[in-house]
């Protein structure tokens, strides 16, 4: 009668025993299952490490179907699965916003070349007009030096005419003054001869 009831009271502990692993196994794949969830519900996350994810996945559903004495293996290898999906999605993610950084400095460098481009442009268009405007302010001036040695020339000609023109006239005043002396010594002279002979006549 004993043995019987010692049976019975094994078979209870055994079934016990039996649900509270069967929980405990329920409890570790709900939890690496939980952190899988986790890891997908994190948008900043979204789309990494997809292939280690898969493993997780996988390893989580032979802890659920190993028996009794690989469970505890199974268990440790899921867990390793989670933990190295869960890395390497923080790694992928370090990556790609090394990336990002990347092309935000890259974009900056450009922008920056593009404006020191933009800067040295508008610098050698203003010296290309400066020096354009000094050209011109030089051809001006060389052209007014050139008109006032034609205006100094052609005055220094008119006064060259006017006084060859002046110096003909009093050539030509001289001339006449000389030869109306002339005329006049040789009135005087023929006068005198005429003279002469009246006063010898005269005498008694």
Do not use: C, W
């Given at each position: 009668?004993i043995?019987?009831?010692l049976?019975?009271?094994?078979?209870?502990?055994?079934a016990?025993?039996g649900?509270?692993?069967?929980?405990d196994?329920?409890?570790?794949?709900?939890?690496?299952?939980?952190?899988?969830?986790?890891?997908?519900?994190?948008?900043?996350?979204?789309g990494?490490?997809?292939y280690?994810?898969?493993?997780?996945?996988?390893?989580?559903?032979?802890?659920a179907?190993?028996?009794?004495r690989?469970r505890a293996?199974?268990?440790?290898?899921?867990?390793?699965?989670?933990?190295t999906?869960?890395i390497a999605?923080?790694?992928?993610?370090?990556?790609?916003?090394?990336?990002r950084?990347?092309?935000?400095r890259?974009?900056?460098l450009?922008e920056?070349?593009?404006?020191?481009a933009?800067?040295?442009?508008?610098?050698?268009?203003?010296?290309?007009?400066?020096?354009?405007?000094?050209?011109?302010?030089?051809?001006?001036?060389r052209?007014?030096?050139?008109?006032?040695?034609?205006?100094r020339?052609?005055?220094?000609?008119?006064?060259?005419?006017?006084?060859?023109?002046q110096?003909?006239?009093?050539r030509a005043a001289?001339?006449?003054?000389?030869?109306?002396a002339?005329r006049?010594?040789e009135?005087?002279?023929?006068?005198?001869?005429?003279?002469k002979?009246?006063?010898?006549?005269?005498k008694?």
């Amino acid at each position: 009668m004993i043995r019987p009831l010692l049976m019975i009271a094994f078979a209870a502990l055994l079934a016990v025993a039996g649900t509270a692993r069967a929980a405990d196994d329920d409890a570790d794949v709900a939890r690496l299952n939980q952190r899988l969830q986790q890891l997908d519900d994190n948008l900043s996350l979204a789309g990494m490490a997809s292939y280690e994810r898969l493993q997780a996945r996988q390893a989580i559903e032979r802890v659920a179907t190993a028996r009794s004495r690989d469970r505890a293996n199974a268990l440790y290898v899921a867990d390793r699965r989670v933990e190295t999906a869960e890395i390497a999605a923080r790694i992928e993610q370090g990556r790609r916003e090394v990336d990002r950084l990347e092309r935000e400095r890259s974009e900056m460098l450009v922008e920056a070349s593009r404006r020191e481009a933009e800067r040295a442009r508008r610098e050698a268009e203003h010296l290309r007009i400066q020096t354009q405007i000094h050209a011109e302010e030089a051809e001006h001036l060389r052209l007014a030096a050139e008109q006032e040695a034609a205006a100094r020339q052609q005055a220094e000609g008119v006064l060259n005419d006017v006084a060859g023109a002046q110096a003909a006239k009093l050539r030509a005043a001289r001339k006449r003054q000389a030869e109306l002396a002339r005329r006049e010594a040789e009135l005087m002279s023929a006068g005198g001869n005429v003279d002469k002979p009246e006063s010898k006549s005269s005498k008694p």
